[in-house]
């Protein structure tokens, strides 16, 4: 089985502060492991993937993600976080060979002005 | 590329009536996969499919139905619908299923059920 944990519904930050939002992860075998941004009534929009290689990955908007295989976490960053950055956030993680994807439940960003 | 297209974006239903959600890619993508999304739940898959005249169920695959007869299209068939069928609904699409491909999404459907 596969699963993921969003621990936090909301995470609350000042324009310009760093933004952190916190993934960890359960797959049996190497993970594919995946951020999706979702703007109010909208659908989801891809951030970035960790597949192998370098364990900080970058992707869209300046945001990052640091893959930690002992903690089996993928915590999503941003050094300086703009009020358009406000949305949901998902992770999502895939297992080797496993053809679906299992999604968190998902944390609300605000960005306080 | 228009990416993922869903009709219609939104619908209010009676109990026991029967719908369609259509999705349409153009990428040419070979998976494609249907998801409802509830507050506070995250997305749920409900059916998918690794090509054209091959689907599977998801996690919550009950009173649903879909078909794959190409590789753009794969409508979601509700054939009678309960309130407990009220949610948005989501397509998306991806090349490979199980490689590091991400899915792309199409902008969803929001169904009432009263």
């Known amino acids: 089985a596969q699963s993921v944990a969003q621990p936090e519904d909301q995470v609350n930050v000042a324009e310009g502060n760093p933004l952190t939002v916190k993934c960890t992860y359960s797959v049996s075998g190497n993970p594919y492991l995946f951020w999706y941004v979702q703007y109010p009534n909208r659908g989801l929009q891809f951030l970035l993937k960790y597949i192998t290689g370098d364990n900080l990955v970058k992707g869209s908007y300046g945001f990052e993600a640091e893959f930690n295989k002992s903690q089996t976490s993928f915590h999503l960053k941003k050094p300086s976080a703009l009020v358009s950055d406000s949305a949901l956030y998902f992770c999502?993680?895939?297992?080797?060979?496993?053809?679906?994807?299992?999604f968190g439940k998902g944390n609300q960003v605000v960005v306080i002005p | 590329n228009a990416g993922v297209t869903q009709t219609p974006k939104f619908r209010i239903l009676k109990i026991g009536q029967s719908m369609t959600l259509q999705c349409t890619q153009d990428m040419n993508h070979n998976y494609m996969y249907w998801y409802r999304q509830d507050p506070g739940m995250g997305l749920k898959l409900i059916y998918y499919s690794v090509g054209a005249g091959i689907t599977d169920k998801g996690e919550v695959p009950n009173g649903y139905n879909v078909s794959r007869s190409t590789t753009e299209d794969f409508p979601l068939r509700l054939e009678l619908a309960a309130p407990s069928q009220t949610s948005v609904y989501f397509c998306?699409?991806?090349?490979?299923?199980?490689?590091?491909?991400?899915?792309?999404f199409g902008p969803g459907t929001r169904l009432t059920v009263t």
């Open positions: 999502a993680v895939r297992g080797y060979g496993n053809n679906r994807l299992a």
């Open positions: 998306a699409s991806s090349y490979y299923g199980e490689s590091g491909d991400e899915q792309y």
